[in-house]
């Protein structure tokens, strides 16, 4: 009796689901450790301390009415005023509380601003690979996910097929940076790229198009790579922001939406993505965890991020030394490898005999790759080599 659309949906997961009851049934015979499950984006670093020293200090001093209690859809206005004053301070903006929108994680956020944008038939770009959900939050509003064609060479938007994609029905583009899955960092000439193609477009077809920029991985750039601040380039810009990675909180659904004055009718769209907020049935984004994010908000979370760059390092050279043919990762904690053979289903199953889960680059709309998340312990990094190595040897490498 479920709605004919989810019938599709719930198909559409299954092979995420299959991968996890793999990882299950591998972990039973050949016990946990000698499972080497490089399936999920979950943060095995533990939240910085000072996460849960704010949670103590919050439940313990302030009034239980205030901390757990409805406020505004939009958020509470401290956290909100204090997330802008961070911004500010980091990337030199001017935002105010009024431009900032507590959400449910990236997702949520996601979800509202869709909610907010979209029309019927409205088209929403992206470029592959992309994070799949992409599709769900789109198609959720009645949108059409147009899906740019990967630029395998480098991995960086391919604005060549972008430019002929775009036309009168094109609402967003929604760009991922640090990307998942292949850990490039778009540069600031890459953004000055688009930022032109848009402003181009959006005067030869009179028309406004928001570039959403969706970013859990903005803090996780290695090698001093710098991420790009959206608003600074193009003014359509909307950001899309989550603490699921950077605070290691993903079960706790913290995030936040930018919505900068200078949008296009910036505030029926501030009103509006708050509207959204509370009838997509989120209400208002966790109140407990916004308490906790006014006090964290300056945290330093550059011993996590050394972790995830150790895994990184070790992994990118083991495998290329192997003969994997690797996207370098410069950001998030994924790694994006070209399948040996045509068929990355083959190669993932030949791997899962080796113990090792990895996921299918279809389901990221980018055939013959394979998306490694190496936010997993070092030790299952490091004894992970030598089931690779032999994996290797198998596709003759
Ligand atoms: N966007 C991207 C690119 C992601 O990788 C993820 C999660 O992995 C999300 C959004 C969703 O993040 P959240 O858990 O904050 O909703």
Redesign the pocket.
């Known amino acids: 009796m479920i709605a004919d659309s989810m019938v599709s949906l719930v198909k559409g997961s299954s092979v995420i689901r299959a991968m996890f009851e793999e990882g299950n049934r591998l972990a039973k015979i050949y016990g946990r450790e000698n499972v080497y499950d490089f399936s999920l984006?979950n943060p095995n670093v533990p939240a910085p301390k000072e996460v849960n020293e704010a949670i103590k200090e919050i439940v313990d001093n302030e009034e239980s009415t205030f901390v757990h209690g409805y406020m505004s859809n939009a958020g509470y206005e401290d956290v909100r005023e204090g997330i802008a004053s961070s911004i500010n301070k980091k990337y030199d903006t001017h935002f105010n509380a009024s431009n900032i929108i507590m959400t449910v994680?990236?997702?949520?956020g996601?979800n509202s601003i869709l909610k907010t944008l979209l029309n019927p038939g409205d088209e929403v770009l992206c470029f592959a690979p992309f994070?799949s959900?992409y599709r769900n939050y789109v198609s959720n509003f009645g949108g059409k996910l147009v899906v740019v064609p990967a630029n395998t060479v480098d991995f960086n938007p391919n604005f060549e097929e972008f430019e002929k994609l775009i036309n009168a029905k094109t609402k967003a583009v929604i760009i991922?940076n640090p990307n998942?899955p292949t850990g490039v960092i778009y540069s600031e000439a890459t953004i000055k790229k688009l930022a032109e193609i848009l402003e181009n477009k959006q005067k030869e077809l009179a028309t406004s198009i928001y570039l959403i920029s969706?970013e859990?991985?903005r803090e996780l750039a290695y090698d001093g790579i710098e991420v790009p601040y959206l608003t600074k380039y193009y003014k359509n810009t909307i950001v899309g922001y989550?603490y699921?990675?950077s605070l290691s909180l993903?079960g706790e659904?913290i995030?936040y939406l930018v919505l900068p004055d200078e949008l296009d009718d910036a505030n029926d769209i501030k009103t509006a993505a708050a509207v959204a907020t509370r009838i997509l049935g989120f209400v208002n984004a966790p109140s407990l965890l916004q308490r906790v994010i006014l006090k964290t908000l300056d945290v330093d979370i550059s011993e996590n991020i050394a972790v995830y760059d150790k895994n990184r390092k070790t992994l990118y050279e083991a495998l290329t030394k192997y003969g994997f043919d690797c996207v370098k990762p410069e950001g998030a904690f994924y790694l994006f490898v070209k399948s040996p053979t045509e068929d990355e289903m083959e190669f993932c199953n030949a791997a899962k005999k080796h113990n090792i889960l990895m996921v299918p680059a279809t389901s990221f709309g980018c055939k013959g790759y394979v998306r490694i998340a190496y936010c997993v312990s070092y030790e299952t990094i490091v004894n992970s080599l030598s089931h690779f190595e032999e994996l290797a040897k198998e596709f003759n490498l």
Not at 105 to 108: I, R
């Open positions: 984006g994680g990236a997702a949520g996601l994070f959900e991922n998942n969706d859990p991985y989550s699921s990675k993903p659904r995030g």
